[in-house]
């Protein structure tokens, strides 16, 4: 499956349907009067939140949501029927924003969370509204109203609390399948994880938490660098960080400038990033190579005020704390946040 996490469409809501002028002329009633019935309402446009679907690959594809016209009205005060409304599925966590002005519509935060993204026209009315005393036979019909029309720009930000970070081959996919039943493509090269992968974490009764493993990040990928910054919007939601490091990587002898460059790299991205709470997870602990080497870098973390902890995701080594201690993190209540409450158009 392709991940999509950009997509830009065009939705049209339908016209109102036309007020009818008619009048009543039947045998035997000598005052029928008008009797023309209203258009009806043109149909809306939907967005609605689907935790079942993981990227914009079908509105990415589809490019435009036109929805029903309303229905004429008729004579004997019969009005038009509604037109049919669109709905637009789209994963839990899109945002959608004006194309033109850039304003925030919607962010699509709970599964089941919708919004009338373009509203119909309203229909017109028929003759018999415009009746009166002094004038009977009015034979004024109302057009109906043309629906409303939006250009979107869709965002895709994965909803995940903790986000795994660091550089290629650092472990990340390997940790993220010992602790969720995520099963990402993990192998001994670089670049094994092409796109995003969530995976959710239990940690005992009642306590869980999502996880979103980031594919990785080198030096220069704001620059467009090997896979670039272009899946990092995705940990802009998280609460906390894990970056993993590889202490003994050969392709990248110093740990502590690796780590220093991340870091760079996030604030080349948004500077909010390094705002994050965030836990060093030195892996791979089960080599005795990787052992030899990872003491000097703990205490240089540590004396630096960073909090750092050692797992090995092949033997189970510190998983279990490394997810008591994600959790325990979590629990520590933060300020709304008012770019993640959805906004009415």
């Known amino acids: 499956m392709h991940f999509i996490d950009e997509a830009e469409i065009e939705v049209f809501a339908g016209d109102g349907g036309n007020g009818c002028r008619s009048f009543r002329r039947e045998k035997y009633v000598p005052r029928g009067g008008p009797n023309g019935g209203d258009g009806g309402r043109g149909g809306h446009v939907i967005v609605r939140a689907d935790e079942g679907l993981q990227t914009l690959l079908d509105v990415h594809f589809r490019r435009?949501?036109?929805?029903?016209?309303?229905?004429?009205?008729?004579?004997?005060?019969?009005?038009?029927?509604a037109g049919d409304d669109v709905l637009i599925r789209l994963p839990v966590g899109t945002m959608l924003c004006d194309a033109e002005s850039g304003a925030l519509l919607v962010d699509l935060v709970a599964h089941g969370?919708?919004?009338?993204?373009?509203?119909g026209g309203k229909g017109g009315w028929g003759n018999c509204h415009f009746a009166t005393a002094t004038h009977q036979t009015p034979e004024r019909a109302d057009p109906g109203l043309p629906g409303e029309s939006r250009r979107l720009r869709l965002e895709l930000?994965?909803?995940?609390?903790?986000?795994?970070?660091?550089?290629?081959?650092?472990?990340?996919s390997t940790l993220l399948a010992a602790i969720s039943r995520a099963r990402p493509k993990i192998a001994d090269y670089p670049f094994t994880t092409l796109v995003p992968q969530l995976g959710v974490v239990y940690v005992g009764h009642d306590r869980s938490f999502t996880a979103v493993d980031i594919p990785g990040l080198i030096e220069g990928?704001?620059?467009?660098v090997g896979l670039g910054i272009q899946f990092l919007r995705h940990i802009e939601r998280t609460r906390i960080l894990l970056h993993l490091i590889d202490a003994c990587d050969p392709t990248h002898?110093?740990?502590?400038?690796?780590?220093?460059?991340?870091?760079?790299?996030?604030?080349?991205?948004?500077?909010?990033?390094l705002e994050r709470p965030e836990v060093i997870v030195l892996t791979k602990a089960d080599r005795p190579e990787v052992v030899a080497a990872m003491a000097e870098v703990q205490l240089a973390?540590?004396?630096?005020?960073?909090?750092?902890?050692?797992?090995?995701?092949a033997t189970g080594a510190g998983i279990r704390e490394l997810c008591e201690a994600a959790w325990a993190a979590l629990q520590v209540p933060l300020a709304p946040d008012p770019d993640r409450i959805a906004r009415p158009a």
């Open 157 to 172: 930000k994965l909803l995940a609390s903790v986000g795994l970070i660091g550089l290629p081959n650092a472990g990340k």
């Open 301 to 313: 973390l540590i004396a630096a005020g960073h909090r750092v902890m050692v797992i090995s995701a």
């Open 221 to 224: 990928a704001h620059t467009g």
């Open 253 to 273: 002898p110093d740990p502590l400038a690796s780590y220093a460059a991340i870091r760079r790299e996030l604030e080349a991205f948004s500077p909010a990033l």
């Open 113 to 119: 969370q919708e919004m009338i993204i373009a509203r």
């Open 64 to 81: 435009q949501f036109r929805a029903g016209r309303g229905e004429h009205g008729r004579g004997k005060e019969q009005y038009g029927a």
